[in-house]
């Protein structure tokens, strides 16, 4: 979900202002100040010590890659007493600050794994009169 605010502090996440999908705008090209990309990984239990590749993809309506791409890596180990064949739950917040949109639309971020989309956040740019 897209959030004004989010952070995770302590495997919790703290979300403010979450779960809209359009940014209104008096023109284009148009700065947004701040938001959050919040994410919520399910590990399985098998995969909890590997390294999973993760990239995060900023996408136009066309799904042309903007200049926004961030790869990384989760590792969640397993947590003290967990029982074997149970997943763990991996929070992940991100913060954008000054994003600029040069077009009204359509806008998704695409998050991966290897070939696999694990999820896409979908939202619109639009002006306001």
């Not at 100040?33 to 994410?39: I, S, W």
């Not at 995060?56 to 042309?64: A, G, S, T, V, Y």
């Not at 600029?100 to 009169?129: C, K, N, Q, W």
């Amino acid at each position: 979900m897209l959030a004004d605010a989010a952070s995770v502090e302590r495997g919790k996440l703290f979300v403010h202002g979450g779960g809209w999908d359009n940014i209104d705008v008096a023109a284009i090209p148009a700065v947004h100040p701040t938001m959050a990309l919040v994410l919520i990984f399910q590990i399985d239990y098998g995969e909890a010590l590997d390294d999973i590749p993760i990239v995060i993809e900023l996408l136009d309506e066309d799904d042309k890659p903007l200049e926004l791409r961030i790869e990384g890596k989760i590792n969640a180990g397993h947590p003290p007493r967990t029982r074997r064949g149970t997943p763990t739950f991996h929070p992940l917040a991100l913060p954008f600050n000054m994003l600029t949109f040069d077009h009204e639309g359509g806008y998704r971020f695409r998050v991966t794994s290897g070939d696999d989309e694990l999820a896409s956040i979908p939202f619109r740019v639009r002006t306001m009169p």
